[in-house]
């Protein structure tokens, strides 16, 4: 039997993370069947179990993903100038994961799992680190592009980046379960607390 590459096991576990993501966003992550993922995927039921043991596995698989997405953030790594507004910085970021993982009430899925399954629990708050570490960079650069000196622009950065989290939180939880949410509106008043908490 031939050896299989390391690149086909991972192309074959994005395909079939595509396809979870798929069912989970249709169905939820509690009501998803391996079934479903076999129909999904156009995979055999041989193929799935043959990356992964069962469906806790594979969920935890997607969960560590989903995450990895989050935390690798191109809008967070980038140099552009002038720095963005952090208000706006959390819009890039959601946007980002939104054409990523394409729907956004999986996220909420997801920390619903948190609070019972201490592995997905475990993983959230590695990326909750690396996030908040990131923005908190990124909140710095801002307010030195503003004039602030570097203790000053930090003492700000580490009381705001709280706070963009937060913020990015109940976007989440807006944008998905409420249908008139008015996203330009909710980052433009963000904006301008900010701005007036600053002055």
């Avoid at 069912?23 to 998803?32: D, E, L, W």
């Avoid at 002038?82 to 970021?93: C, E």
């Avoid at 708050?125 to 690396?130: K, L, R, W």
């Avoid at 602030?148 to 009381?159: H, S």
Wanted: charge should be negative; include cysteine; glycine fraction near 8%.
């Amino acid at each position: 039997m031939p050896k299989v590459s390391e690149q086909y096991r991972k192309d074959r576990r994005r395909q079939i993370m595509v396809a979870v993501l798929k069912c989970f966003a249709r169905k939820g992550i509690k009501a998803t069947l391996i079934s479903d993922i076999i129909a999904e995927s156009g995979l055999s039921a041989g193929a799935i179990y043959g990356h992964f043991s069962n469906k806790d596995e594979l969920v935890l698989f997607v969960v560590s993903e989903v995450f990895e997405v989050i935390a690798e953030q191109p809008a967070l790594s980038s140099t552009e100038q002038p720095p963005v507004h952090p208000a706006y910085l959390i819009r890039d970021v959601t946007g980002h994961l939104w054409q990523e993982i394409g729907n956004p009430s999986l996220l909420l899925q997801i920390w619903g799992d948190a609070v019972t399954e201490p592995k997905v629990r475990e993983l959230f708050d590695g990326v909750y680190a690396g996030l908040t570490a990131q923005l908190k960079a990124r909140t710095i650069t801002w307010y030195q592009s503003q004039g602030l000196g570097p203790i000053e622009a930090q003492q700000r950065a580490t009381e705001l980046t709280p706070l963009l989290i937060g913020t990015g939180q109940g976007y989440i939880i807006q944008s998905t379960l409420v249908e008139s949410f008015d996203e330009e509106a909710y980052f433009a008043s963000f904006k301008k607390l900010i701005d007036a908490a600053d002055s």
